[in-house]
C-alpha cells in the first residue's frame, strides 16, 4: 500500500511538472483566446454504483438503485503549447449507497472477517444501505476541442483518484417480519470503519459536450481491508457530470 501511495503522489508531482514545463508553440497557441475559459473548476456527478467481484451470497441480496454523488473543487492548467490539452487537479467529497434486501452488514462485528448475513427468514429491514464517504483527490490529463469556448465543446479526460474514508455506516428504515410485515417505522445507523479500506484509488475516464459528460470510475483496490472478506470487491461508477462553471 505504501509503494502505490508514492506512486499515485508521483504521478501528481510528475503531470504537474509536465504541464508547466512544456513551451513548445504552435498556431492554436497564437489564436486561441483563453480569457473566457471556464476550465471545468466545479464538478458535480451523480451515479450507478456497484461492486464488481461480488460472491454470489451478496450479489443475489442487491436490491434497487445503488447510487453516488461526488463534487469536486479542480484547478485547470492548460498545456502552455497545445491549450487543447491541460491537467486538471483538485480536491472534493465522494458518497456511495449500496442497497440490499434481506441482508444485515454488522460492520461492528468482533469477527475477523465482515459478517453479511441473509435475514430472509426473520425480522429484516425494508430498505437497507452500506454508505461511504471518501475526501479525495482527482487528478485529469484533460482534452477540449475548443479550448476558447469550452463550454460548446467535445471534451474527454482520463485520470486517477486518491480518497481517503472518512465515513462508513449502515442505514436501515422501517422493520418488517419475515413475511414482509411492517412491524415499525424504526430506523436504524450504525458506523464504523473497522472494516472498509481507509484509502481507495480509482481510475477515472470522462467525455461528453458542453457541461455534460458521461463519466465512469473502477477501484482499483479493495472495498474491503485486507483479510476481512472478498479481497475482489471494487466499487464501480458509471453517471453523469455537469461541469464546466
Known amino acids: 500500500m505504501k509503494k502505490i501511495t508514492f506512486i499515485i503522489i508521483g504521478c501528481l508531482f510528475f503531470s504537474i511538472s509536465f504541464a508547466q514545463e512544456i513551451t513548445t508553440t504552435s498556431n492554436d497557441s497564437k489564436t486561441i483566446k483563453m480569457t473566457n475559459r471556464a476550465a471545468d473548476h466545479f464538478m458535480l456527478q451523480a451515479s450507478y454504483d456497484g461492486w464488481g467481484g461480488m460472491p454470489d451470497s451478496i450479489s443475489g441480496h442487491q436490491k434497487g438503485f445503488s447510487r453516488g454523488f461526488s463534487a469536486y473543487f479542480m484547478f485547470d492548467k492548460p498545456f502552455k503549447g497545445s491549450p487543447k490539452y491541460s491537467i ?36 429484516h429491514f425494508k430498505k437497507y444501505k452500506l454508505a461511504t464517504s471518501y475526501l479525495e483527490v482527482p487528478l ?14 467535445l471534451k474527454a479526460a482520463l485520470g486517477i483518484k486518491v480518497g ?19 412491524i415499525s417505522s424504526y430506523t436504524e445507523k450504525i458506523s464504523s470503519k473497522k472494516y472498509i479500506n481507509s484509502t481507495r484509488f480509482s481510475a477515472t475516464a470522462r467525455v461528453g459536450y458542453g457541461i455534460v459528460s458521461l463519466f465512469g470510475t473502477y477501484q482499483l483496490n479493495s472495498v474491503l481491508k485486507e483479510g476481512v472478506g472478498s479481497p475482489d470487491m471494487k466499487l464501480y461508477q458509471v453517471g453523469i457530470t455537469i461541469s464546466g462553471l
Do not use: C, W
Open 164 to 182: 481517503t474514508l472518512v465515513n462508513s455506516h449502515t442505514k436501515g428504515k422501517t422493520l418488517q417480519d419475515k413475511n414482509n410485515n411492517t
Open 88 to 123: 486538471g487537479i483538485g480536491a472534493g467529497i465522494s458518497t456511495s449507497n449500496m442497497s440490499f434486501k434481506n441482508m444485515d452488514v454488522d460492520l461492528k462485528s468482533s469477527k475477523s472477517l465482515l459478517p453479511f448475513t441473509q435475514v430472509d427468514s426473520t425480522n
Open 140 to 153: 485529469e490529463l484533460r482534452y477540449t476541442a475548443n479550448p476558447g469556448n469550452i463550454n460548446k465543446s
